[in-house]
């Protein structure tokens, strides 16, 4: 399924045609790129509702799941910080330090595959592992049942959204959450609404780090909506010696493979890599140059690409904080 | 200034008076009480702007303000959780429990001192106590200003706030957290509402309750607009060694004194008392009697005084999560 591929042919052959294009010399550049929707892919067995999406964004909130009733998804994935932490690697129960940093909630809902090893397929999948992780929230699922359970108001919360007679199960749990998540999208970034016709929406340095992303073959595993293909690289980022793919696949070939992040909101989303070893943007695409293109980017290709990357800032989700019960 | 008082003698006194008004058997309790403001006292050196309120929710949001980056005011003072953490003694830097239960920051901009035993004076005075304290945001001063200064949007912010030459100081960030503080208002509760003529606003059953807060000698200590009178009194809540009011005053009158808690919004913060050792409000009710007055409420009066107390919490402070820098 997911694999170490080699640099897309779409790029070659793109950038040998579209040569007459001399009004806009960014033109064939900016057709390589697709707009973020603004709704993501619903699954057809998780349907969204207004009062699932209003149940989940609780649980998202809700530090009464966990071991000590003190952490919440919205500790790690915290609105307040990018739908990160902005610690290089995730503090959990107990205060203890995982091995990998927090990636945004924002978007992920775009994600063919979830954590950075892909070891989850889809959102509902995903959100069970967090809270039954012990240096997470540190909770069994059985645990987390019956302190929702203990609340009449998620007893009536899960029944009208669910229905059926038992419905406060771990199963609906991840659908509510997921549904939740499936609105941290952030659409109309300056980038977007240049691919939108706006041509003012940015600057020219910006056009300039563009054509660099495509030239310098970012946009071979950066692509995409969500500017990732969904695939994994192996990759030493600084310090770490984290297996990544090959602990879920145990392929020789996915040793210290990573899926491709993405880009989207990458401004608000550091410290960066798997690791969180590196606090800078402009460090990071060097570092991106270097491992996985073999070149040694300019100052000034590091800038425009930085200055790029920085118009994939998008509208965030607007909500008011849940009051729970 | 602050002492163990006797029951005040307000109390008695309007009792005895206001015997002619058959017409409205409650007329005379509520009489007795004061709704809550929309609009907390301002000091005249922090007066209140747009921009230092917003400032003051950056900062009351910020975990970096904490010595592994993850503790912010928001988190023991969650408004997803009524503004606390409604669990019983806080739980800070390195998953150390503290002694006492974090009280809710809503109308705290009310109160005549802060914290259990009153040991600051104001808002501003205790703001700069839980970003040094090792159990909270273990953080010294000059590492938290330090942090700030790191961001150029503080700098910006701090300098358009306050002015100056070096405006990143302990002293302002302190005003602006009070500043924000000051907008955790919760007026236009249901006895909020019924105070100012709408006689439906709360139920029959509620102003039974009223009428017991008053009878019983609730209302002795639990009044003014905030339902505290500022004083402190002895009271050896379940499991609590805390010398309380002592380790300020160290008076022997003053051992095992604690401020009077406000009960605006008391439906929301449970777990209750300094140590947060009883969860259900009906309990709490009932030691309040039994400690405070030596009467042994009957299970009646326990009911309708805690619908009244229901009827205390208030419209929440609406607001947007800040996106930090
Ligand atoms: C203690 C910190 C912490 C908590 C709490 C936490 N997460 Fe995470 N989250 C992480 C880390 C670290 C990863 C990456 C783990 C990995 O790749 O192995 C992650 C990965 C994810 C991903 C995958 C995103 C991607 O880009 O692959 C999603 C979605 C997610 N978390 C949602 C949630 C939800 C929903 C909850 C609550 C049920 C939650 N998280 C609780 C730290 C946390
Ligand atoms: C061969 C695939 C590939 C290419 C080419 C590539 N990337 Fe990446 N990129 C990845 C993978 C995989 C990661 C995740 C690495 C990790 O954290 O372990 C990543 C991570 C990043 C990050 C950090 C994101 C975060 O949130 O931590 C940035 C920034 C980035 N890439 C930018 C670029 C730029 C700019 C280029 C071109 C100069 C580029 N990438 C080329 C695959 C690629
Ligand atoms: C780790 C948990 C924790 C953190 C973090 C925390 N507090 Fe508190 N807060 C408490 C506890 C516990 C008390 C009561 C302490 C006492 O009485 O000795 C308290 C007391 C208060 C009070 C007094 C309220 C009253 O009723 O007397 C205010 C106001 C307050 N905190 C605001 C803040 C602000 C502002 C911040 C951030 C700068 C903050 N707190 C950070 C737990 C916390
Ligand atoms: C002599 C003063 C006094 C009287 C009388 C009194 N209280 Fe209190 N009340 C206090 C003090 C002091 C506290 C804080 C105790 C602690 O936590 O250590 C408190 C706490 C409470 C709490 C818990 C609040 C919280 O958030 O933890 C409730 C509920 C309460 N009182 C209700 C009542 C009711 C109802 C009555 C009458 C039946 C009453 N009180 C009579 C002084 C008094
Ligand atoms: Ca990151
Ligand atoms: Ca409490």
């Keep these: 399924?997911?694999?170490?591929?080699?640099?897309?042919?779409?790029?070659?052959?793109?950038?040998?045609?579209?040569?007459?294009?001399?009004?806009?010399?960014?033109?064939?550049f900016k057709e390589l790129f697709k707009p973020l929707p603004a709704i993501a892919p619903i699954p057809a067995d998780n349907p969204q509702t207004e009062a699932k999406v209003e149940l989940g964004k609780m649980l998202y909130f809700d530090a009464r799941l966990s071991g000590d009733g003190t952490i919440a998804c919205a500790t790690c994935h915290n609105p307040a910080l990018g739908f990160t932490d902005r610690i290089p690697r995730a503090i959990g129960h107990g205060a203890a330090r995982g091995p990998r940093n927090s990636p945004t909630t924002l978007n992920a809902a775009f994600l063919t595959s979830q954590f950075w090893d892909g070891r989850a397929p889809t959102l509902e999948a995903q959100a069970l592992g967090p809270l039954q992780a012990n240096i997470e929230h540190n909770i069994t699922l059985d645990k987390a049942i019956a302190v929702l359970k203990g609340f009449p108001e998620y007893q009536k919360r899960f029944a009208e959204v669910f229905g059926g007679k038992d419905p406060v199960t771990p199963d609906n749990l991840a659908k509510a959450i997921a549904a939740f998540e499936r609105t941290l999208i952030t659409?109309?970034?300056?980038?977007?609404?240049?691919?939108?016709?706006?041509?003012?929406?940015?600057?020219?340095?910006q056009k300039k780090g563009m054509k660099s992303f495509v030239e310098k073959g970012c946009v071979g595993c950066h692509n995409g909506p969500n500017?990732?293909?969904?695939?994994?690289?192996?990759?030493?980022?600084?310090?770490?010696?984290?297996?990544g793919r090959y602990t879920v696949t145990k392929k020789e070939s996915d040793k210290h493979a990573f899926r491709t992040q993405t880009l989207r909101n990458v401004a608000l989303t550091y410290p960066y890599f798997n690791n969180g070893s590196?606090?800078?943007l402009d460090e990071a695409v060097k570092i991106m140059g270097k491992?996985?293109?073999?070149?040694?980017?300019?100052?000034?290709?590091?800038?425009?690409?930085?200055?790029?990357?920085?118009?994939?800032?998008?509208?965030?989700?607007?909500?008011?904080?849940?009051?729970l019960p």
Excluded: C
């Design 291 to 323: 491992e996985m293109l073999k070149t040694d980017l300019s100052k000034d290709e590091v800038d425009d690409l930085v200055a790029f990357l920085h118009g994939l800032t998008g509208e965030m989700p607007k909500f008011t904080i849940p009051a």
């Design 1 to 28: 399924m997911k694999k170490r591929t080699a640099l897309p042919l779409l790029l070659a052959g793109l950038l040998v045609a579209g040569g007459s294009q001399a009004a806009d010399p960014y033109a064939k």
């Design 227 to 243: 500017f990732t293909d969904g695939n994994f690289y192996a990759i030493k980022v600084p310090g770490s010696t984290d297996e």
């Design 278 to 280: 590196v606090w800078k």
């Design 187 to 205: 659409p109309n970034s300056p980038f977007d609404r240049y691919l939108a016709g706006d041509e003012s929406a940015i600057s020219t340095q």
